[in-house]
T-cell receptor
Framework: GAVVSQHPSWVICKSGTSVKIECRSLDFQATTMFWYRQFPKQSLMLMATSNEGSKATYEQGVEKDKFLINHASLTLSTLTVTSAHPEDSSFYIC???????????FGSGTRLTVV | AQSVTQLDSQVPVFEEAPVELRCNYS??????LFWYVQYPNQGLQLLLK??????LVKGINGFEAEFNKSQTSFHLRKPSVHISDTAEYFCAVSASYSGAGSYQLTFGKGTKLSVIP
């Protein structure tokens, strides 16, 4: 149990376009979802925390207007990178947590390349 | 706030040899501790976690870790590694109380384990 599906697994887009990444909890209700960014050979940096039905809480330094997070249901959260630029190229990972138990389940990640 | 220090960025080890990946944490409150493994271009897979109880925690793939509160450490060990253990390993911590921010994981910088045939 506790599976999180994240897609796409990789995406290449042109500079200036927007990209949406989806994160779905397949067999549990994710009351809280987390979005991370990982640069090459570095650790995961938390970008934002979202609770179902409420606005995401962004970490310091993360532009909320650039990285739009929607957590409209208990099984789906989306991250939209708006007006992407090459410096947004990175590996993005989501993580979901159920209210009923303690534990985090990670998605398989999305490799974004902006050209 | 919590912080995690993984003392070794890279650890090469020969196949079938034992390995220890070190992790120290800092926190003003009691914590939960985790070890995750990441294979290239993939998400994170939980190896093991410490929430409470026995300080020796056994996880998947033959890994174990020991929580040492006095030394604020949570080192990961495996008695005999395999080629397939080559990956990046992350130690993480979260506060154990319930409240704002309590569910956030703070990660160490990771340790790349390379198993040499």
């Amino acid at each position: 149990g506790a599976v999180v599906s994240q897609h796409p697994s990789w995406v290449i887009c042109k500079s200036g376009t927007s990209v949406k990444i989806e994160c779905r909890s397949l067999d549990f209700q994710a009351t809280t979802m987390f979005w991370y960014r990982q640069f090459p050979k570095q650790s995961l940096m938390l970008m934002a925390t979202s609770n179902e039905g409420s606005k995401a809480t962004y970490e310091q330094g993360v532009e909320k207007d650039k990285f739009l997070i929607n957590h409209a249901s208990l099984t789906l959260s989306t991250l939209t990178v708006t007006s992407a630029h090459p410096e947004d190229s990175s590996f993005y990972i989501c993580s979901a947590k159920a209210q009923s138990r303690y534990g985090y389940t990670f998605g398989s990640g999305t490799r974004l390349t902006v050209v | 706030a919590q912080s995690v220090t993984q003392l070794d960025s890279q650890v090469p080890v020969f196949e079938e040899a034992p390995v220890e990946l070190r992790c120290n944490y800092s926190s003003s409150v009691s914590v939960y501790l985790f070890w995750y493994v990441q294979y290239p271009n993939q998400g994170l897979q939980l190896l093991l976690k410490y929430l409470s109880g026995s300080t020796l925690v056994k996880g998947i793939n033959g890994f174990e870790a020991e929580f040492n509160k006095s030394q604020t450490s949570f080192h990961l060990r495996k008695p005999s590694v395999h080629i397939s253990d080559t990956a990046e390993y992350f130690c993480a911590v979260s506060a154990s109380y319930s409240g704002a921010g309590s569910y956030q994981l703070t990660f160490g910088k990771g340790t790349k384990l390379s198993v040499i045939p």
